[in-house]
């Protein structure tokens, strides 16, 4: 605890080093508060407000003041301040990033000294950016980190150190989140295998465009589905206009893509398949009675079991 106030001590103590020599450049750069009548100025006051901020460790409203200012006047000192703020509330790679700009192009009143100070600074915060190291299964899984989308690196994420909150997910499978606490400089490896829901997956193709594909009596899209389901027997229906109804019963298994091409007849386009091999064997008879021709030259269509369409099964 003794340790913990020192540290809290040092810190305000460096702090308000900065601050006097920021309201210093605030007063070169006319933002002294004695005049008694000035012009309005609302970047200078802005400044002032972040200044006053500062001085009670109040950063998250002395980050919203500098930033008013650096955006109404663009100038060193406002961007060293929003460094400061920055590094108050624990942003260190934002910090860091700010300090960067800053030494890039700093006010002409700066010394030597204060910048050298300031790489120094600028040193120790680099070594308190912390790698995470991730590996998700499924690889194609969705990551969020502290609630924002991010993308898997080959070295890992840098993130500032302390708590943060990893999320991962991923369709057909039992989303996560996990909770992980950083010391500066520290590299940590998580290790995140998603639990499969066991449910299979139907992907089903019309030969016909805007054919409507229907799963169980709902309407899963048109032409084209790929969608995940409970493994199972499963009723296919797709409808087009001018064309016969396609009906199929299928099982999908869990963890496993039934892969579906249904060619669509158009209407009629049954009866004439089966016309054909009827026809010969009515000419055959044709002496026996003419009767029998008839009857299968003008037969209702062909049931709908008779629909054709291809399969194909495979990993998920």
Known sequence: MAKGGVMARTHKRR????????????????????????????????????????????????????????????????????????????????????????????????????LAQIRAELSELRGQIVTLRLTVRPENAALLVDGRPAQIAPDGLRLDPGMHVVEVSAEGFRSTRREVDMRPGSQVVLEVALESLGLGRLAVTSSVEGAVIRVDGREWGTSRV?????PGEHQLELLAPRYDVYRRSVRVESDVTLRVDAQLLAEGAGTRRWLIPTLSVVGALAIAGGIFAVVYATGSPVPQQFAWGTFELGPR
């Open 15 to 114: 702090t308000l080093k900065v601050v006097s020599w920021c309201m210093a450049l605030g007063l070169v750069c006319g933002a002294s508060s004695g005049l008694a009548q000035r012009a309005p100025n609302p970047a200078r006051d802005a400044f002032e407000r972040g200044i006053h901020a500062l001085e009670t460790q109040r950063y998250v409203e002395a980050l919203d003041a500098f930033e008013e200012s650096y955006r109404l006047r663009p100038s060193p000192v406002a961007q060293y301040n929003v460094a400061v703020s920055q590094r108050g509330l624990g942003r260190t790679r934002a910090a860091i990033e700010t300090f960067e700009r800053y030494l890039a192009a700093p006010e002409r009143s700066a010394d030597r000294a204060r």
């Open 226 to 230: 790929d969608r995940l389901i409970a």
